[in-house]
């Protein structure tokens, strides 16, 4: 049986997380910005560990596995690695940013819109879904 959750709880905190689109912290002119659509390096650093936190407790509180297995007394930290890796390489505008204004694709210009945020948690979901269902990355701690 899968499990989807630790999939659904990353898209939801990818997408709520995503810097400019609810707010950002540091914002670029103020130390905190609300729907700029805009992004820094800093930016994406603070909201990554903040989706790293987040997520961290919830898959720990909610005692979310991908499947029932021998390993499962031992905690795998796949799921939590392979989130917060995703959350940085597919926020938009840090690498790059789909679409981006008048152009399909833009390469670090450090911008954001609702558009480029779906595509993005499109992204993000059919690569977590494939390395956590498909692939089934597993880190385990004993």
């Known amino acids: 049986m899968l499990d989807w959750a630790p999939i659904l709880i990353g898209l939801l905190l990818f997408i709520l997380l995503s810097p400019g689109l609810l707010f950002q912290l540091p914002g670029n002119t103020h130390h905190i910005e609300f729907g700029s659509f805009a992004t820094n390096v800093k930016a994406v650093l ?3 560990l903040l ?3 987040i997520y961290t407790i919830l898959i720990s509180a909610l005692g979310i596995h991908i499947y029932t297995c021998a390993k499962c007394d031992m905690a795998d930290w796949g799921p939590v690695i392979i989130a917060v890796v995703l959350f940085v390489l597919l926020s ?3 690498l790059f940013q789909i679409p981006a204004g008048g152009r399909l694709i833009e390469f670090g210009n450090m911008q954001t819109s609702g558009a480029s945020i779906l595509v993005h948690a499109i992204i993000y979901f059919g ?3 494939i390395f956590l269902i498909v692939i089934g990355v ?3 701690t004993g």
């Open 92 to 94: 938009p505008g840090l």
């Open 51 to 53: 989706f790293f936190c």
């Open 138 to 140: 597993h880190i385990y």
């Open 127 to 129: 690569l977590i879904t």
């Open 46 to 48: 603070v909201h990554t």
